[in-house]
């Protein structure tokens, strides 16, 4: 129902966007996310936007990576600029319903060598 794309190996400093994708099977997406989930570690919130347009990052990536969607064709992407070793996960797409449910992409490798 959330199919995730552009993920890949990239050398540190450089950029990736990822794209997701929701069929037509999901309504009334109140949130649109991205989470991430490296080796040993729990996954965890990189970026999302509501439907109002407001947003929110990580820490760790503020300022290098940014949220932004296509209202019309119910996509949404992360621009990740400036990528270190430590951004290296399997990043997933995340909706969140206005009822509260929750759907996942099938997630995309995003490896950063140094």
């Known amino acids: 129902q959330l199919q995730a794309s552009g993920g890949g190996l990239v050398q540190a400093g450089g950029s990736l966007k990822l794209s997701c994708a929701a069929s037509?099977?999901?309504?009334?997406?109140?949130?649109k996310g991205w989470y991430r989930q490296a080796p040993g570690k729990q996954r965890e919130l990189v970026a999302a936007i509501t439907s109002g347009g407001g947003s929110t990052y990580a820490d760790s990536v503020k300022g290098r990576f940014t949220i932004s969607r296509d209202t019309a064709k119910t996509w949404w992407y992360l621009q990740m600029n400036s990528l270190t070793p430590e951004d290296t996960a399997v990043y997933y797409c995340?909706?969140?319903?206005?009822?509260?449910?929750?759907?996942w992409g099938q997630g995309t490798q995003v490896t950063v060598s140094s």
């Open positions: 037509g099977s999901i309504f009334d997406i109140n949130t």
């Open positions: 995340n909706a969140i319903s206005k009822g509260g449910y929750w759907y």
